[in-house]
């Protein structure tokens, strides 16, 4: 079977559209989160979307292939909390692992299901790996600046636990996506690192997606895009890019730059426009591919997808719109040292 380093050669990739979106559809109440087993839980649960993983299994896979249908070449594990520093907002700190093993057999089975379908265009796992709820940059107490509620150390043990499962599970790659710190990406990163150095096997590719926060142009951490893409670069990559806070329009400068920066494959997938005042979203699926499509002919990306607010039917119109263009070319890196 092809690898996703093959299929990229030969087309732009897609990935899959919002789970939390998908989610809220099912309108999902406290005991639907709970399910038999966590009936008894001390704290509220409502709104732990990763722990669906195990207890409402069905509806996770049921979105997964939801977003398989409508053309999606890669689909992300609902692990974007899946680390104990995030479980432990629900004192769920022991599942975590539990929960990236069972997030990646869920997805893993649903790919598989539809590669065995159609060989030649082979579905790809990705394990995702979210920001977590604490940064390593910036001091939660506006009163002391040198303050950090997490060490570096305790970052990359919960990335690390958190990769084991994801691996064991059955992803096909590693995305470290919706970056905002980088520090807390390269915990990420050298926690993926030194699992593959602890187990002896070989490394699956990474990914990584940060996010510009605002007209900036910068992370919430501060950094250019082109000093965050130089600072995570060192990873040999499979692809970097960009998600989440901008909507396409607002997103595609920052493209078109890292598009003509990066030695590996670009990514994109941005929030279906700028949230309204209820804080939905409102941009319709062929809007998005519409600003999708313009950054395809342009030579910018070799995958997109979209973040919050988008749908099945969001990458259904996206897969439909670059379909027929050539993915961006891998740019000749000269060598300036050796």
């Known amino acids: ?3 996703i380093y093959d299929v990229l050669k030969e087309r732009i990739l897609i990935i899959d559209g919002a789970m939390g979106t998908m989610i809220q559809r099912h309108k999902l109440e406290e005991k639907d989160y709970r399910g038999e087993r966590f009936k008894d839980w001390a704290t509220d649960l409502k709104g732990n979307n990763d722990l669906l993983c195990l207890t409402q299994p069905d509806i996770i896979e049921g979105i997964h292939r939801q977003y398989l249908d409508a053309g999606a070449d890669i689909i992300e594990t609902n692990t974007f909390n899946s680390q104990r520093i995030s479980m432990a907002d629900y004192h769920m700190e022991e599942l975590s692992y539990e929960l990236n093993i069972a997030a990646a057999k869920i997805a893993k089975k649903a790919a598989a299901d539809f590669t065995a379908r159609n060989p030649d265009k082979p579905r790809f796992v990705a394990g995702a790996i979210g920001p977590m709820s604490k940064t390593l940059s910036l001091s939660p107490d506006v009163n002391n600046p040198g303050f950090r509620s997490v060490t570096f150390d305790e970052v990359t043990s ?4 958190q ?8 992803a096909d790659l590693l995305l470290i996506e919706t970056i905002f ?3 807390n990406a390269k915990a990420a990163i050298f926690a993926i ?3 593959f150095r602890d187990t002896h096997q070989p490394e699956l590719p990474i990914s990584i997606s940060g996010t510009i926060t605002d007209a900036s142009g910068r992370t919430l951490s501060g950094q250019t895009l082109e000093a965050f893409y130089v600072s995570v670069m060192h990873a040999r990559p499979l692809s970097i890019g ?3 806070a901008l909507g396409a329009n607002e997103m595609r400068a920052h493209i078109e730059e890292l598009s003509q920066i990066a030695s590996c494959y670009t990514s994109a997938y941005p929030n279906a426009g700028l949230p ?3 804080g939905e979203y409102d941009e ?3 809007e998005t591919a519409h600003f999708i499509e313009e950054w395809a002919e342009n030579g910018f990306v070799n995958i997109v997808g979209g973040c919050c607010g988008t749908t099945p039917d969001h990458i259904r119109h996206i897969a439909q719109h670059v379909a027929a263009i050539k993915p961006r070319l891998l740019p000749v890196v000269e060598k300036e040292l050796v």
């Open 1 to 3: 079977m092809k690898t």
């Open 158 to 161: 919960a990335y690390y636990e």
């Open 163 to 170: 990769v084991k499962g994801l691996v064991e599970g059955g």
């Open 181 to 183: 710190d980088t520090l």
């Open 193 to 195: 690192k030194k699992y």
């Open 242 to 244: 960009l998600n989440c």
């Open 276 to 278: 309204n005042a209820m």
């Open 284 to 286: 319709q699926p062929e």
